[in-house]
């Protein structure tokens, strides 16, 4: 009896105690990820204050979604040693996991977690609260940050600038066309073809990628694309306006679905995907899997964001050396110019609204800006370690591995991006598309709201047009339809009748509204 | 004689403190958590807070309202049940049927091995059946396609074709499911009195009138209490397998109350919207159970309360 008492003591007692453990190992399982931060605000703001000043930044500037692989631990620790030593800022990156980038940066936000500075579109931000005005800010400590800047790139400013004047992000892009078309140019000189110039002879290109087959056993992929790549690299051939909101005859604001020449577009698209032009399955493919495709040897054409291509090409080009992309320059539609030059969006690096010390987060990014070897060091990594000049004058480098990923890079900027130029293959294409074609406004249409849409109120907006994700929804929905041959094109009609019936007339009843009050105060 | 209330815990202390954790942590994690559902009567902004919640503008019914006016009200109201339907019609039955068949396997080895492989699936994730699924389906060399090929048939975009985008989830949801809901029915099936299925013997009873007679009125209870429970759950009609397998060509056939909550609130930030949509779902989900367990009751069956 005695002794069965005491098993049961023992077992109980193990019990406790595993209980005890198990709950103590989460907290300190928690401590080293998401709470990390916690614990680092509690003691080394107490201890290290004096010294070096946090800054939590949220790594969303979009390399780490194109990285391959995150960086290696020894290489991100030291290189966390020699910005500590070099600013005197203490950074804790907190990483994103591919693809739910902005729904973990809300939760964050919404869960008080300690975040300074994020990059995104301030609309929602600021009108749920989320982030301060910078004006005062960069007043006392961002001079570095208001020089780099080029002052014909202004307009940037004008963009995240509300209409009382104050400031809600730092700028990171220009105008940029980024979506484009690529072509295998080695294929291209296999078949016996050149460049096309025009919508039928980039058709007899596709036809033969198709019918020729060069990647052999059937693999050859004509074309990889996505919807906004459809629409922002290709649709403004068939329009004589760039993807975006219009300016219909009657002088309303109209989608651009609505247009007719967009019409024309979608019925091609439709005809090029019952071809077997485009992939299948190309708009269930996520960027992983499209970079996959193009690895593999199997892609001759695709319509996307040039990073999709221009990053992966140098790991195709170790089996296939031959290999190269090179965009469709000269390309025309029956309308003309085939690409999309994006708006002027309200993007840029934010402040936490409730961030413990928003002088350190501008202070820290104003170090960055304020030379080009620390935006690479964050960037790259340490010179001569993970990258080197090859010609110092002009910034170019190569880099020498891939160690550290970038998880550090923060207020990222087209500013420095045109002032460097890595050499190595697996950055180059990249820095030669967007020197060469990102900016050339020359070859590019504008979307008729361009110039203003970005000062639309848009809490104004969401008050009138509770159901704009509606008609958002029907759009990205039913274009994908008619495409894949789901609907057919004579329902197209219909379909803009459907778009009515979701609550188009209202839609273009408020857009028209804020495009003439925003003209108005303009002029 | 009837104790007081008191003396009774002061009694039965010890169980009443075994049982102190798990009410706490109800308490802590399920109860007071509730209060928050006022946000779907008001206009909360997401980063403001937990005492924003008590203090924003009250907006009454406004959300809701919002919502079934919306155009797609009826869509996703038609998928949420549809789905869930789907799944109850068929995913119910099938670990019914497998346990009774598993019951009649007389080789215990064929039946251990048939009953661990069939729930193996259950401990996959869902991200990896996803997976799973679409490198099966795909029409880029996916073995169901390569195999429609060979038998001459067209090729199927499985997961992107409206047309055969729910039963490849119901499907799918049965192929993971089916086995690890064996277990229970097997346990209730060995819980049937032996002699019972010798009388059955005794009168002439074969095999199906032996599990018609016996062994189904024998697993009824459970039965009823498992179907009772899936439709108080009926509205759940699997979030994470549609939210990973979904693409906008099949949004008509495949979108349902949480895939759009989950777009509403964290996507679009619209905190308050959300949840007056999860809060409608949760009504409706308490008239099921409750109109379910009406049902249990009346037709003699033991309800859950």
Redesign the interface.
Known sequence: MSGKRIVAGIVSLIMFAAVIGCSTSEKSGNASTAGNQDTGQGESAATDSKKNEQVYIYANAGNLALASTLSKKEDLEMVHKEILDRSGFEVEANIPPKGQE??KL??L??S?EPIDIFVGSIG??R????IQPLNDLLDKYGSHIRELWPKEWASAWDAVTDKEGKIWAIPQMPQLAEKTIFLRSDWLAKLNLTMPKTIEEYETVLKALKEKDPAGAGQTIPIVTN?TGLNLALSAGFMDVGYGPWMDQDGKVKPPEVNPGYKDFIAKMAEWYQKGYI???T??LNTERTRELIKQNRVGSAIIHYSVVTNIQSDLQQKTPEALYEVAGELKGPKGNITTMSGLSPYGWMLN??SKNPEAAIKFIDWIHSDIENYLLIMYGIKDKHWKYTDEANHVFERLNQDYAGEYLTASTFAYTVQFAPSDPASKPEYDFLGKYSGDTSRVKNPATADVDYLYDQQEISDKL??I??IN??I??EV??FI?G?RPMSDYDKFVQELY???LDKWIEVMTEQYNKVKAAMK | MRRSIPSLIHRYKLYYFLIAPGIIYYLIFHYIPLYGVVIAFKDVSPFDGVKEILTSEWVGLKHFRNFTNSYYFWDIMRNTLLISLYRLIFGFPAPILLAILLNEAKNILFQRIVQTVSYLPHFISMVIVAGLLTTFLTTDGGIVNTLLQLMGLKQIFFLGDANYFRSVLVISGIWKEVGWGTIIYLAAIAGIDAHLYEAAKLDGAGRMRQIWHVTLPGMSFIITLLLILSIGGLLDAGFEQIFLLYSPSVFKVADIIDTYVYRKGLVDLQYSYAAAVNLFKSLIAVILLLGANYLAKKYKQEGIW
């Open positions: 902005a729904e809300n939760l936000l919404a008080n929602a931000f009108d749920n609260g989320a919807m992939y299948k399955e708009f269930t609204k409730k509770p159901h994700e509606d929804r029907m990205e929905e994908v339809k894949m789901a019936s979701a609550g």
